[in-house]
């Protein structure tokens, strides 16, 4: 592997990490692709057999297939997977030349994998260390993360990919079922025409991301149109749903839900994980009442926030657009609520502290008019009619 910047380790703390860290066996992989592990990545070089003395733990896989040379060399869609290591674990992987990826079901070998496990000394020279340089920010990047929640939202493959698997919604296999379709041998006539000649797509099964679903409506049945626009100002009945439904024994895995989006997004490339983190976050910051009851949850939700808002440029959520920043509004409903009388104090003076962090750092300018405080428009459901 090329190597970057690394940590200068004590040769009996290098052994010991060594024997009780977990080994990442890697047959195959082409060289020139893009390989990463947590926070850290690489371009694989010719003697690449793995990674050797990985902290036993959940961590993040990914790599990016390469075209040879020959072939113009052009970097594939980032793919990645999380994996939980056990102390001294042995896994092995061969790369599939037809599929660009890794086959892991060596692993389910046990002759295969002792085999593995009894020469390691040998395949020492072509297994690249762990970065321990950056085990601390991928550590505070997942504290929340644990394997159940990481196996219950990656997809059903195994894989978590850049681009969506997409496939027809009709595969038209006969001659008769294509005669209906539009003709494509002629010219569109409108912008409208041409997008109904595409075919309509739809994710292939199994390779999307599982998600907690937001609820579309953030009210109950029945609710009044002045009950409609409060559930709508304070979306505490909206998180305690999303928190029934899916962390219902264990709350604060929404938390982890959060990192495992947000891992997806700024390590995987997965546009998807950033749209369903700035979902959640919203949710979080303008539930209100949650604030009062689950201080725990948003004690940890300002420990996740200090440590990834760490990770991205200042400018990064500005609108291109409207200029308007999704985090700098969305958070200045959170500090408003978080400094009610009604919410612990240690809450609250957490909250002061994270925003006076903010805005020392960022220059973000939380005091500002909130545009929400004008009336919020909501749509009423259908056949409901106001006096």
Known sequence: MASGSSVEMDPDVARRLFEEGATLVLMGVPQGTEL?????????????????????????????????????GEVGPKRGLFLTLKPREVLLANWDPKEEDLDFSASKNEEEVNKIRSNLRDL?????????????????????LNEEVANNLQPLSGRICAFSDVIPETQYRHTKDRADQPRNDTACQSMREGLDRLPRMKIREGTELRFSVIPEKNYPSGATPAQITQYSMDLSYTLELVLEKNHELHPLNLLGELQFAFVCFIIGNVYEGFEHWKRLLTIFCRAESSMHTRKDLYLGLIAVLYHQLGEIPADFFVDIVSQDNFLTSTLQEFFQFASGPAVDSSLRKRAEKF???????????????LEDCAPVVVELPEGLATD
């Open 355 to 369: 925003k006076a962090h903010l805005t020392k750092k960022f220059c973000w300018d939380f005091e500002a008019d």
């Open 36 to 72: 990463g592990i947590d926070c850290k990545s690489w371009q694989v070089g010719p003697r690449f057999r793995g990674v050797k003395m990985i902290p036993p733990g959940l961590h993040f896989l990914n790599y990016c297939p390469v075209n040879q040379p020959n072939c113009g």
């Open 124 to 144: 020492d020279p072509y297994l690249g260390p762990y970065p321990y340089e950056v085990m601390r920010k991928w550590v505070s990047l997942t504290d929340h």
